[in-house]
């Protein structure tokens, strides 16, 4: 019996390019992609459709690995980072990406949600982010966006201090804009309760 289904033959979702249909059915159809290492995957195109497998699954490995290494060399545990009390500085660092991305009122919205930033569901869950990101090396390190225009997720986001950042986008580091932006970060995130934001999202 055939079903209909949603063609999906070309199209590329991840890592993953769609060579042919393998099969329909009650479940949906079920396609042959090509991931970008090369190997073969068969997945559901609804679940290629909801971004749920972007990769022949090289791409989690990859991610999990190295932020596995780089946990257990920081001794990161997540009972460090209490829901409840004082918020620590990760803490804050996730409610502050969640909010500028996702809070059409926050003060920095223009620059982030406004232009289409996002943060990935899976970091929409603090203990995903911390699990990920791991501690923060310094007070001077924050989250940075390797590519200023991609989203907040696993991929594309590291901690880096200011300088670094600017140096990774070809940027001048000016010490007045580096204090600047401390008295800026300090005057209007202190307007908003991070812990909101774990209600809403997490
Ligand atoms: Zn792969």
Redesign the pocket.
């Known amino acids: 019996m055939n079903y209909a289904f949603k063609d999906e033959t070309g199209k590329r979702f991840g890592?993953?390019r769609v060579v042919k249909l393998v099969s329909s059915g009650r479940i949906g159809a079920e396609w042959l992609c090509v991931?970008?290492?090369?190997?073969e995957?068969l997945v559901i195109g609804h679940n290629l459709r909801k971004g749920q497998v972007k990769?022949?699954?090289?791409?989690r490995k990859e991610v999990s690995s190295h932020h596995a290494k780089y946990n257990l060399a920081h001794g990161v545990i997540r009972h460090g980072h209490a829901r409840k009390g004082a918020a620590t500085s990760e803490y804050q660092s996730w409610s502050r990406i969640v909010n500028r991305c996702c809070n059409p009122s926050a003060v920095r919205w223009k620059d982030y949600g406004g232009r289409g930033i996002k943060v990935c569901d899976r970091w929409k869950k603090f203990d995903n982010f911390i699990a990920d990101v791991g501690k923060r090396p310094s007070p001077d390190h924050s989250i940075d966006r390797i590519d200023n225009d991609g989203n907040y997720a696993p991929e594309n986001c590291q901690w880096a201090t200011r300088e670094q950042q600017a140096r990774n986008k070809g940027q001048v580091s000016k010490v007045t804009d580096v204090a600047l932006q401390r008295e800026y970060d300090k005057r209007f995130w202190s307007m908003d309760d991070p812990r909101l934001w774990e209600a809403n999202y997490a």
Not at 35 to 39: K, L, Q, R, S, W
Not at 55 to 59: A, D, R, T, Y
């Open positions: 890592r993953l991931c970008d290492c090369g190997n995957k990769s022949c699954g090289c791409l």
